[in-house]
Structures are given as structure tokens and as C-alpha cells.
């Protein structure tokens, strides 16, 4: 299996993400999807309506930044296109002007996305990974998979999503501390991983290295063999 420039297999799909140390995020049981910016009227989204929009099932890899690669995942859930097709935009104001959309984490993690990336062939709002209902690790209920871009795009725990002109100020968490941290890893702006596009102005060459030695390949999830 030919795996994008730079990367590693692992065994399984370890859990990532910038708060390892914390447990994840409990979804209330009334969450509703916010869809916000540049919209003429309220759009609703929750995850049950999930189930009743056009779905998809297709086996990806995520490929995470640090230089380690899950693969073989099969993922099920709504073409993010589709949401953008049949519910935003017969929502969108008069001289609305969509470059870029923000999914945000019930944790505060943020992923900015350019729109013509967001609404690429295999790009999902998933809500199943491997037969099964998504578990709290890997994003329940329901999460963005951007198999072409590195895994920092792929937004765990949906519970917004925002709609923007142009690139809005680099905020990758709401939370200061966390942000003031990933401001110095200055995502790329599309983040392709056939094209190794993980660092807005360092080198890929160079960052693959830094990125190796300060994140350890992670280890298989408990129960699963090595
Ligand atoms: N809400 C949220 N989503 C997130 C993250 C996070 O910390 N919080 N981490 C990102 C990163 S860096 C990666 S590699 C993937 C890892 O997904 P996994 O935990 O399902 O393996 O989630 C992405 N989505
Ligand atoms: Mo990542």
C-alpha cells in the first residue's frame, strides 16, 4: 500500500488530538449542529438527521500531520456536499460569499477549510467508522473525514459550523492556552497530503523531521494486536 509522502503506518486508530491528557468531550443529548454566518434563516442539523440524508460508506486512511497513518478506515455517513447542497445554501443571504468554513469541537478545537476542499468528492459528516456508531474517542456523535487533507482538518465532536468570506483569523481553539501553542504550527492552508502540505511556511522536508521527534508513533489501542 503506497501511503502519501512522509508518512508511517500504524496498527489500529490510535485516539489524537491537542488534549490527550482529558477524557472526551460528553455530547449533551439535545445537540444540534449550529450552522452560522451569512445565512438568511436558521438551518438545522442534528446528528439524527444523519440518518435521513443522502449516505455514503467509503474506506479512507487518516493520515495525521505528526507522520503516522491509520488506514483501511471505513467510514459512513453524509457527503459534506450534500449538507451544503440541500441545507445550506437554500439558506444562504442574498450576496453571501462563501471562501471558507470553521468546524468547531464540543472541546474547542477548530478546522479551517477552504470551500472548495470542504465540498471535495470524500469529504463526510461521519457518524459510523468500522459498521459501528462513532465512539466518544474518535468524535461521537458525529465528525468531519477529509481523507485527502491531514488529520488536524477532520473536526471530532461537530458542533458548529461556520460560514466566512474569506480565511478567518487563525483560531484553532478556544481555548488561549491551546491556541497560543498550535499559532507556532501554523497549519497549511489546504493541507493535502499528496502534495505533503503540512506546515504554512516551513518546509515539509524539515517540519517531517521536527514533527517525528516531538510526537511519538502511537501506540496500538488496547486490545488490538501489534
Ligand atoms: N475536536 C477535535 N477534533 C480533532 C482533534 C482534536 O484535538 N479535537 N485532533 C485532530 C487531529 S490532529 C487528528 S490526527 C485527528 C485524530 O482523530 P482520531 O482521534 O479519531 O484518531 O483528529 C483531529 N480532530
Ligand atoms: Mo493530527
Redesign the pocket.
Known amino acids: 500500500m503506497v501511503l502519501p509522502p512522509g508518512q508511517r503506518a500504524v496498527q489500529g486508530?490510535?485516539?489524537?488530538?491537542?488534549?490527550l491528557e482529558s477524557a472526551p468531550p460528553v455530547p449533551p443529548t439535545d445537540l444540534e449542529i449550529e450552522i452560522s454566518g451569512q445565512l438568511a434563516r436558521r438551518v438545522s442539523l442534528r446528528p439524527d438527521d444523519l440518518a435521513t440524508l443522502p449516505r455514503r460508506r467509503s474506506e479512507s486512511a487518516?493520515h495525521?500531520?505528526?507522520g503516522w497513518s491509520?488506514v483501511g478506515l471505513v467510514w459512513e455517513g453524509v457527503p459534506f456536499a450534500e449538507v451544503y447542497r440541500l441545507l445550506i445554501e437554500p439558506a444562504l443571504a442574498d450576496r453571501a460569499r462563501v471562501g471558507y468554513l470553521v468546524f468547531v469541537?464540543?472541546?474547542g478545537?477548530r478546522?479551517i477549510v477552504t470551500v472548495e476542499d470542504a465540498l471535495a468528492d470524500g469529504v463526510l459528516i461521519a457518524d459510523r467508522l468500522d459498521g459501528r456508531p462513532l465512539t466518544a474517542?474518535?468524535?461521537a456523535p458525529a465528525?468531519l473525514v477529509s481523507p485527502d487533507q491531514?488529520?488536524?482538518?477532520?473536526?471530532?465532536?461537530l458542533c458548529r459550523i461556520e460560514l466566512h468570506p474569506s480565511e478567518p483569523v487563525n483560531l484553532y481553539h478556544s481555548r488561549k492556552s491551546i491556541q497560543r501553542a498550535l499559532r507556532t504550527v501554523r497549519p497549511h492552508r489546504r493541507a493535502r497530503v499528496w502534495r505533503e502540505e503540512r506546515h504554512r511556511y516551513v518546509p515539509s522536508w524539515l517540519i517531517r523531521r521536527v514533527y517525528r521527534r516531538l510526537v511519538p508513533l502511537p501506540a496500538p489501542p488496547a486490545g488490538e494486536a501489534a
Not at 486508530?13 to 488534549?19: A, H, M, Q, S, T
Not at 491531514?150 to 465532536?157: A, C, E, I, L, N
Request: charge should be neutral; aromatic fraction near 18%.
Open positions: 486508530l490510535p485516539r489524537f488530538g491537542v488534549e487518516l495525521c500531520v505528526a491509520a469541537g464540543l472541546d478545537y478546522s474517542e474518535h468524535g465528525r491531514y488529520g488536524f482538518v477532520s473536526t471530532k465532536y
